[in-house]
């Protein structure tokens, strides 16, 4: 059974910064994609960065330049960098994996409250 535990969440005032971490664990290939969403009340859940297994990063507009999306494949570990965040970057985010032959599968999500 595949296991994605996030952390780092936690409340965090405009313009500071946070880390999240999410390790894999359990049976798993190889993970082809890495990547962290985020889902506000009233809104749909949105992508805000991945990673592929070479390296190539994909950023939501709303946080590039801002948010740095690293993974280590040694580990099975993706993490995601916050700086000068913004009230409007309150969400829950979810780390999110696409594991080779086997498919997607979702943390539980770590909430991130940012107060201005």
């Known amino acids: 059974q595949v296991q994605l535990v996030e952390s780092g969440g936690g409340l965090v005032q405009a313009g500071g910064s946070l880390s999240l971490a999410c390790a894999v664990s359990?049976?798993?290939?190889?993970?082809?994609?890495m990547g962290w969403y985020r889902h506000t009340p009233g809104k749909q859940r949105e992508l805000v960065a991945s990673?592929?297994?070479?390296?190539?990063?994909n950023y939501a507009d709303s946080v590039k330049g801002r948010f740095t999306i690293s993974r280590d494949n040694a580990k099975n570990t993706v993490n995601l960098q916050m700086n000068s965040l913004k009230p409007e970057d309150t969400a829950v985010y979810y780390c999110n994996v696409r594991v080779v032959s086997m498919g997607v599968y979702w943390g539980k999500g770590t909430l991130v409250p940012v107060s201005s």
């Open positions: 990673i592929t297994s070479g390296g190539s990063t």
């Open positions: 359990g049976s798993i290939g190889s993970i082809n994609v």
